[in-house]
Nanobody, 126 residues
Framework: VQLVESGGGLVQDGESLRLSCAAS????????MGWFRQRSEKALGFVAA????????LYETSVEGRFTISRDNAKNVVYLQMDNLKPEDTGVYFC????????????????????WGQGTQVTVSS
């Protein structure tokens, strides 16, 4: 499974971006998906996750209400809509895919993800 992120860039405080992650697999609908980020000098951190169908989602506290994860299983794509961006959201964003036991499972631990993209840079200026 190959994952390719796109949509990163430089925006100002309060603006929006939508990240996309395209998966090269015919079994995309069997994978739970997640987004992580690595901010400067910090460890990789959980941002958002969704289950195989996209019917359930979890968010890291600081992004809840501002970010929305969604997926289109017909297009093999997962999105991260990021609104009201703040300078502290700056970092490299990675999408990841996890093989899960149950359809409704979500994963928030990076160690439980099996496949990773190369990352896309998001920079929010103040």
């Amino acid at each position: 499974v190959q994952l390719v992120e796109s949509g990163g860039g430089l925006v100002q405080d309060g603006e929006s971006l939508r990240l996309s992650c395209a998966a090269s697999t015919q079994s995309f609908s069997t994978l739970a998906m997640g987004w992580f980020r690595q901010r400067s000098e910090k460890a990789l951190g959980f941002v958002a996750a969704t289950d195989r169908s996209g019917s359930s989602a979890l968010y890291e506290t600081s992004v809840e209400g501002r970010f929305t994860i969604s997926r289109d299983n017909a297009k093999n794509v997962v999105y991260l809509q990021m609104d009201n961006l703040k300078p502290e959201d700056t970092g490299v964003y990675f999408c990841a895919a996890a093989r899960t036991k149950w359809p409704g499972d979500l994963q928030i631990l990076s160690a439980n993800y099996n496949y990773w993209g190369q990352g896309t840079q998001v920079t929010v200026s103040s």
